[in-house]
């Protein structure tokens, strides 16, 4: 064993935290040292290696921080295997699993020819003492001498004690590798489960099971979603799950206040090559946040999705409108404007107020139906609708596509059908009306998927309520409802353009320019997510300097007018240089281009993750020193994580509140895989979504932020989330 148990004493001393030497020699006298707590012996039959391990009473060790390797050339090691193991409540590393007393990790191990049968093993192991002393990871070098004639490799069966068939594959995952399984608390009344399960892998769904033995409390049916069928040689036509399920259970319980409940979770799975494990079965605490009648919080979400069970439809129905009515005049859906104008501009000197309308009611319904469609099926997969659109290559592509509309609008060439297919169209029917409105009803698909890009509590609540409960119906309803107010105001401006467009002359063509600069502005506004702050504000630059010249040439009759487009144009023209001077001076603000000359006011510094392995050990290492944490999910295309970032996280009155508290980012603008596994994990549907853990290491579920926040309300629920509600 190496010399680790040097730094006992200072670990002592810093877990007792007792004055003077007394401390320590009590401390000593205590605690074993590591050699004689992590003790060991190896043996081999020639097709595995075995590794018994032994621990006195009152010590335990971390699965997750074992580990065995050879080190020895030509020696390889298969998969790992562990015996059943129990699920311990760390106050360092959160819920793990653990091992007590004798336990024995082995492994199938094969030999080159060659080879020195004088196998040596690299060893790995971490525990704590129940009374309150974690150890050092413990390094060691054992050796193992092979028998002469080694046998075949043990496989998983001899792991496992599973039958497999003739002629299936040996190299099969242990069964915590092929189905992970975690479970925690969704709200006072909820636990989400949560399976990863190992491509090639699946569970049977006829073979879950949940119960308790805490008293007082009763769980509620299981809610799984759908899943596929397969007709199975062991027993017959099962329904099943693969890659991962997510399980809702409700419960009720007496009482309002936080608590544990224990859960026995019971569930069994096959590998499709061909073996068949046994029940799995775990046992794991849940703790509870309080409920509402304690008087805890209740976020805005939380409240909307309850509202969506169980509310009267009708009155869903126009809070949702109302809801979002409101959303429509946020940064994510104004642009939205821009495009509808245009494109009825872009019809010409002809348009009526009706048929503006018309055009207007085609656009706004191909976005709701679009927004509704896509949000459910995400949610019911458990997807990220926003993240999946905001792949670099598509915004591009439709960031070109409005390039392309604005160059069409001042001139430059002309977008219509080819005339063979017009005159197809032509001879079955007037078609080339009803064209227009399939291609305005194409564009408000697009824009619903590409332009609004933020999520809100709002959708949060309804994205939640059709992937935790399955409820389809209940949860889009909601959605298309919210997806009619967001388009509202834009029913308005489309027949306001119907009215106040001109009807022929120099003017439309004028009016059809400055539509295309609107156009530049929201390729701009795309491209910006993509790029470094610098280089944004130079793409904004052109649509202000291009709009400048247009309005410069505004020849309108009347001389009050002409002064009035001029000035404007000298505006757009003066904004557009302070925009290039901006970038040159390193500024990242289009709004305020200059403002950072004069001194930008700083922001909260994150220390960014990657994954929920890297948030575990933070949250450990904060709880061990009694902090606080706050978690931001950020991405670059997110508009209101900007918003967030520039507005509110930059106060310094919240940042002098949050001074003491561990702050945590995890950017999830690649949307890869380990993106996807934090989210999931969180039950997340996008950025920004702020989560907060009080100093005993535990998430405030019940205090989670979705979207933008202003930053006199975000401190008032940061401390009453991360120090108790009496705080201030």
Same mark, same amino acid.
């Given at each position: 064993?190496?010399?680790?148990?040097?730094?006992?004493?200072?670990?002592?001393?810093?877990?007792?935290?007792?004055?003077?030497?007394?401390?320590?020699?009590?401390?000593?006298?205590?605690?074993?040292?590591?050699?004689?707590?992590?003790?060991?012996?190896?043996?081999?039959?020639?097709?595995?290696?075995?590794?018994?391990?032994?621990?006195?009473?009152?010590?335990?060790?971390?699965?997750?921080?074992?580990?065995?390797?050879?080190?020895?050339?030509?020696?390889?090691?298969?998969?790992?295997?562990?015996?059943?193991?129990?699920?311990?409540?760390?106050?360092?590393?959160?819920?793990?699993?653990?091992?007590?007393? #004798?336990?024995?990790?082995?492994?199938?191990?094969?030999?080159?020819?060659?080879?020195?049968?004088?196998?040596?093993?690299?060893?790995?192991?971490?525990?704590?003492?129940?009374?309150?002393?974690?150890?050092?990871?413990?390094?060691?070098?054992?050796?193992?001498?092979?028998?002469?004639?080694?046998?075949?490799?043990?496989?998983?069966?001899?792991?496992?004690?599973?039958?497999?068939?003739?002629?299936?594959?040996?190299?099969?995952?242990?069964?915590?590798?092929?189905?992970?399984?975690?479970?925690?608390?969704?709200?006072?009344?909820?636990?989400?489960?949560?399976?990863?399960?190992?491509?090639?892998?699946?569970?049977?769904?006829?073979?879950?099971?949940?119960?308790?033995?805490?008293?007082?409390?009763?769980? !509620?049916?299981?809610?799984?979603?759908?899943?596929?069928?397969?007709?199975?040689?062991?027993?017959?036509?099962?329904?099943?799950?693969?890659?991962?399920?997510?399980?809702?259970?409700?419960?009720?319980?007496?009482?309002?206040?936080?608590?544990?409940?224990?859960?026995?979770?019971?569930?069994?799975?096959?590998?499709?090559?061909?073996?068949?494990?046994?029940?799995?079965?775990?046992?794991?605490?849940?703790?509870?946040?309080?409920?509402?009648?304690? !008087?805890?919080?209740?976020?805005?979400?939380?409240?909307?999705?309850?509202?969506?069970?169980? +509310?009267?439809?009708?009155?869903?129905?126009?809070?949702?409108?109302?809801?979002?009515?409101?959303?429509?005049?946020?940064?994510?859906?104004?642009?939205?404007?821009?495009?509808?104008?245009?494109?009825?501009?872009?019809?010409?000197?002809?348009?009526?107020?009706?048929?503006?309308?018309?055009?207007?009611?085609?656009?706004?319904?191909?976005?709701?139906?679009?927004?509704?469609?896509?949000?459910?099926?995400?949610?019911?997969?458990?997807?990220?609708?926003?993240?999946?659109?905001?792949?670099?290559?598509?915004?591009?592509?439709?960031?070109?596509?409005?390039?392309?509309?604005?160059?069409?609008?001042?001139?430059?060439?002309?977008?219509?059908?080819?005339?063979?297919?017009?005159?197809?169209?032509?001879?079955?029917?007037?078609?080339?009306?009803?064209?227009?409105?399939?291609?305005?009803?194409?564009?408000?698909?697009?824009?619903?998927?590409?332009?609004?890009?933020?999520?809100?509590?709002?959708?949060?609540?309804?994205?939640?309520?059709?992937?935790?409960?399955?409820?389809?119906?209940?949860?889009?309803?909601?959605?298309?409802?919210?997806?009619?107010?967001?388009?509202?105001?834009?029913?308005?401006? !489309?027949?306001?353009?119907?009215?106040?467009?001109?009807?022929?002359?120099?003017?439309?063509?004028?009016?059809?320019?400055?539509?295309?600069?609107?156009?530049?502005?929201?390729?701009?506004?795309?491209?910006?997510?993509?790029?470094?702050?610098?280089?944004?504000?130079?793409?904004?630059?052109?649509?202000?300097?291009?709009?400048?010249?247009?309005?410069?040439?505004?020849?309108?009759?009347?001389?009050?007018?002409?002064?009035?487009?001029?000035?404007?144009?000298? #505006?757009?023209?003066?904004?557009?240089?302070?925009?290039?001077?901006?970038?040159?001076?390193?500024?990242?603000?289009?709004?305020?281009?200059?403002?950072?000359?004069? +001194? #930008?006011?700083?922001?909260?510094?994150?220390?960014?993750?990657?994954?929920? =392995?890297?948030?575990?050990?933070?949250?450990?290492?904060?709880?061990?020193?009694?902090?606080?944490?706050?978690?931001?999910?950020?991405?670059?295309?997110?508009?209101?994580?900007?918003?967030?970032?520039?507005?509110?996280?930059?106060?310094?009155?919240?940042?002098?509140?949050?001074?003491?508290?561990?702050?945590?980012?995890?950017?999830?603008?690649?949307?890869?895989?380990?993106?996807?596994?934090?989210?999931?994990?969180?039950?997340?549907? !996008?950025?920004?979504?702020?989560?907060?853990?009080?100093? =005993?290491?535990?998430?405030?579920?019940?205090?989670?932020?979705?979207?933008?926040?202003?930053?006199?309300?975000?401190?008032?629920?940061?401390?009453?989330?991360?120090?108790?509600?009496?705080?201030?």
């Amino acid at each position: 064993m190496r010399q680790t148990a040097r730094l006992l004493p200072l670990l002592l001393l810093l877990a007792l935290a007792g004055p003077g030497g007394s401390s320590a020699r009590a401390a000593e006298d205590r605690f074993l040292p590591p050699e004689q707590v992590f003790t060991y012996t190896v043996t081999s039959d020639g097709a595995g290696v075995t590794v018994h391990w032994k621990l006195p009473g009152g010590y335990y060790a971390y699965k997750s921080r074992m580990s065995l390797q050879s080190a020895t050339p030509g020696a390889t090691l298969g998969p790992v295997g562990y015996p059943r193991s129990e699920v311990h409540k760390d106050d360092y590393f959160g819920a793990q699993e653990v091992f007590r007393g #004798a336990f024995d990790v082995t492994a199938p191990i094969s030999l080159s020819t060659g080879a020195a049968r004088n196998v040596l093993l690299k060893l790995k192991i971490q525990g704590c003492a129940d009374a309150g002393l974690c150890y050092p990871p413990q390094l060691t070098d054992a050796k193992v001498e092979m028998p002469a004639a080694a046998p075949a490799a043990a496989g998983i069966d001899a792991i496992l004690g599973a039958h497999r068939p003739a002629g299936a594959q040996r190299d099969f995952l242990p069964p915590d590798d092929a189905f992970r399984f975690d479970a925690f608390a969704d709200g006072p009344d909820r636990v989400r489960l949560v399976w990863q399960i190992a491509n090639g892998y699946y569970l049977y769904r006829s073979r879950l099971a949940v119960e308790t033995t805490t008293a007082r409390t009763v769980l !509620g049916r299981l809610q799984l979603p759908p899943g596929t069928q397969k007709s199975d040689e062991y027993f017959g036509k099962q329904e099943i799950y693969q890659r991962e399920l997510v399980a809702e259970l409700p419960l009720a319980r007496a009482g309002d206040a936080a608590s544990d409940v224990l859960l026995a979770v019971t569930y069994q799975g096959c590998a499709e090559a061909g073996l068949c494990y046994p029940p799995i079965h775990k046992s794991l605490h849940v703790t509870l946040p309080r409920g509402a009648g304690a !008087g805890a919080f209740v976020s805005e979400q939380d409240r909307l999705a309850n509202l969506i069970r169980s +509310g009267n439809l009708a009155l869903v129905l126009a809070t949702f409108f109302g809801l979002g009515l409101l959303l429509a005049f946020t940064p994510c859906v104004l642009p939205m404007v821009p495009i509808l104008s245009g494109i009825i501009a872009g019809h010409g000197s002809h348009v009526t107020t009706g048929r503006a309308f018309a055009l207007s009611l085609v656009y706004v319904l191909g976005m709701a139906i679009t927004y509704t469609v896509a949000g459910a099926l995400f949610a019911a997969a458990g997807q990220q609708v926003q993240a999946v659109f905001q792949q670099p290559w598509i915004v591009v592509l439709f960031a070109l596509l409005f390039i392309a509309l604005a160059l069409s609008m001042f001139g430059l060439f002309t977008l219509q059908v080819p005339a063979a297919i017009q005159t197809r169209l032509a001879q079955v029917s007037n078609r080339q009306r009803a064209g227009s409105f399939i291609g305005v009803a194409v564009m408000g698909a697009l824009s619903a998927l590409i332009i609004t890009t933020c999520v809100a509590p709002p959708l949060v609540a309804t994205l939640a309520v059709i992937g935790q409960s399955g409820d389809m119906v209940r949860g889009a309803a909601a959605l298309f409802a919210m997806s009619l107010g967001m388009g509202m105001p834009l029913l308005i401006v !489309g027949a306001s353009a119907g009215r106040l467009l001109p009807r022929a002359g120099a003017w439309m063509d004028t009016v059809k320019q400055l539509f295309g600069v609107m156009m530049l502005a929201v390729a701009a506004w795309m491209l910006a997510r993509l790029l470094p702050e610098r280089w944004a504000l130079l793409l904004w630059a052109v649509p202000a300097l291009i709009g400048a010249a247009v309005l410069w040439r505004m020849r309108p009759a009347r001389v009050a007018t002409r002064t009035l487009a001029r000035a404007a144009g000298v #505006a757009a023209a003066l904004y557009g240089m302070a925009l290039i001077a901006g970038a040159a001076a390193g500024g990242s603000d289009p709004l305020a281009p200059l403002a950072h000359l004069g +001194g #930008a006011p700083p922001t909260l510094a994150f220390k960014t993750i990657k994954s929920l =392995d890297d948030l575990n050990t933070e949250v450990a290492a904060a709880h061990a020193h009694g902090a606080a944490v706050l978690l931001d999910f950020y991405a670059d295309w997110c508009v209101s994580c900007k918003e967030m970032e520039r507005y509110t996280f930059s106060d310094p009155v919240l940042q002098k509140a949050l001074s003491g508290v561990v702050l945590l980012r995890a950017d999830v603008t690649k949307n890869d895989a380990a993106d996807q596994a934090l989210l999931k994990h969180f039950g997340i549907f !996008g950025p920004p979504t702020i989560a907060f853990y009080g100093t =005993d290491g535990r998430e405030q579920r019940a205090f989670r932020v979705v979207g933008y926040m202003k930053a006199p309300e975000f401190g008032a629920l940061a401390r009453q989330a991360l120090f108790g509600p009496h705080a201030t």
